[in-house]
């Protein structure tokens, strides 16, 4: 997959951890041609945060396909499965090095009782989703499915507590069912299947409380947050618990962060939070109503803005956060975002099923970017949805599956999970179409544990392409390598019949008078791997 200028350099291993990235940006005009080259320069001297892998994290809400038949096809399925559980997603799943995945919901998680889910088949009760589409819920995939699943593919628990519909004694008694060693509790989950605890990374304290888990004044959610926070013991030493408060959403509900952080800074021994959680779709506003695939150009480029504001979302809350807790003891987590479309034609509308196209990756790379400049505060963050579902990774028909372009931009991220990030200078000059203006580059640099150089640079332009001479600031490139992800139109999708017609392709590198010289396609997401002395 990948073109080494350097034929005396070993090829660069997969799948390590990596740590991080630091971005300065310039915001000067770009009207040049293809063929002028943009210059970036990454000063490895210049280091900021640790990019959290968490960042890269999945969400998988019991909501249409996305559980039940995107994960879960029961051991008796003749699609192959281990323990109920589709092989050929897990394969997917692993090579994307997925940090946690959030479950049950969503909307979903405030109607959740979890003593539905645990037991032998027959014991399991039956609900009606009443938050989506009211599709009848079997719980045959529970707490013990879901960790199963988790384990399966490597990634840590992130579990949203039920608020809306739920007691404090529910959640404690969920809580010490899952985590600990000697009780009743951890004796009926051993009788389940599990002697071992379970390891909770993250427990959500509800989630939109403002809307669907509630609804609640900022006020109210405060007393019930101190009250479950108080009692959600994790009762397991070896993994710690963060705790994460519901915040703002992308729409409105700004009066959250304030009031959230303001009793936070004023909290006494009883109670705490580790993260502010955020959720930001970009959909344009209520009902989602953007084509999928069939956009032109101008619908293209307006997406795009909006996608962009994610940035200044964030830093309206870092800005509150800063008030309270200046020195950053709690985190964000932005544990939903992602495209939200018009359904796809012929799909139940409350399954929020859509196509994803490479638009989907440009927007994903973008975000990706974002939440590593502001690393120092954003140390989490959770697409919406893992499979099946909105901006999915994976989409499956009954024994089908295929990969789409938000899964290969998530893949070719892998590299800067854990990386530290670098400082990136260049000039992001500008693309234009009618009135809609959005930057026509956009770039982050990082060094994983290894000492190499990552550098992600995506081209926002779907019509030219740009040249790119990358250097580094008082180090010697070595050896590099390079893959891009492009597509023939800035609306293309893998299908059942074509499942390639998005796919990363080696990106030719050259070097010359110590920079590394490429060309980037229109409308592609491209990641370079440094090698330098």
Known sequence: MHTFFNPFVSRVARGFMYSALVCTVGFGSFNAAADTAVKISVDPSQEGPVINRHIFGQFAEHLGRGVYEGVWVGPDSKIPNTRGIRKDVVAALKALKVPNVRWPGGCFADEYHWRDGIGKPEDRRSRINASWAGRPEPNSFGTHEYFDFIQQIGADAFISANVGSGTVQEAADWLEYLTAQDSTLAKERAANGHPEPYEVAFWGI??????????????????????????????????????????????????YAEVVMNAWSKKTWAWNIDALSLHRYTRNGWPPNIPAVGFNEKQYA??????????????????????????????????EWGTWYAPTKGTDPGYLEQENSQRDAIIAALNFNIFARHAERVRGANIAQMINVLQAMIITDKEKMVLTPTYHAFRMYVPFQNAVRLKTNYDQGVYKEGDVSVPRIDAISARDAQGRILVAVTNIDPKQSVDIDLSLIGKTIAGAEAEILQAPTMDAVNTFAKPDVVSPKNLPVKSADGQLKFRLAPQSVSVITIKSR
């Not at 909006?306 to 003891?329: G, R, S």
């Open 302 to 335: 307006s997406v795009i803005k909006e996608t962009l504001v994610m940035n200044d979302f964030i830093n309206t809350n870092i800005a509150i956060m800063d008030k309270y807790d200046p020195q950053k003891k709690v985190g964000i987590m932005v544990d």
């Open 206 to 255: 509800g989630n939109e409380v403002w809307g669907c888990g509630g609804p609640f004044t900022a006020e109210e959610y405060v007393t019930k947050l101190k009250q479950f926070s108080n009692f959600s013991t994790n009762h397991n030493k070896k993994m710690p618990t963060q705790q994460v408060s519901v915040g703002p959403d992308g729409d409105g509900y700004p009066e």
